[in-house]
Nanobody, 122 residues
């Protein structure tokens, strides 16, 4: 069992940066792959980024590639999402999620955090 708690969201202007954190409980955290998803009002939840067990394997949605970086520190049971050059269209609730699979599909993720709001003003 893994419990996830996101933090680091907030209100920023376009062009700014934020770093989201996903803190995990559970001794088996390092055996899980972790993804970040986001959901804007009236839209479906969408994949943002994914990282493998050791951090060597990463995957990004085209909309964030080159601007966002996912990383993890297994010693701290934490996954990060560094978000640079933020745009108003990045406004959403951001969720981290845990999975055993290398996947962009939300239903393949068994564990979810409660989400953190990111709002980017123009």
């Amino acid at each position: 069992q893994v419990q996830l708690v996101e933090s680091g969201g907030g209100l920023v202007q376009a062009g700014a940066s934020l770093r989201l954190s996903c803190a995990a409980s559970g001794r088996t955290f390092s055996s899980y792959r972790v993804g970040w998803f986001r959901q804007a009002p009236g839209k479906e939840r969408e994949f943002v980024a994914h990282i493998g067990w050791g951090g060597g394997r990463t995957d990004y949605a085209d909309s964030v590639k080159g601007r966002f970086t996912i990383s993890r520190d297994n010693a701290k049971n934490t996954v990060y999402l560094q978000m640079n050059s933020l745009k108003p269209e990045d406004t959403a609730v951001y969720y981290c999620a845990g999975t055993e699979y290398d996947s962009r599909i939300a239903r393949m993720y068994a564990y979810w955090g409660q989400g953190t709001q990111v709002t980017v003003s123009s």
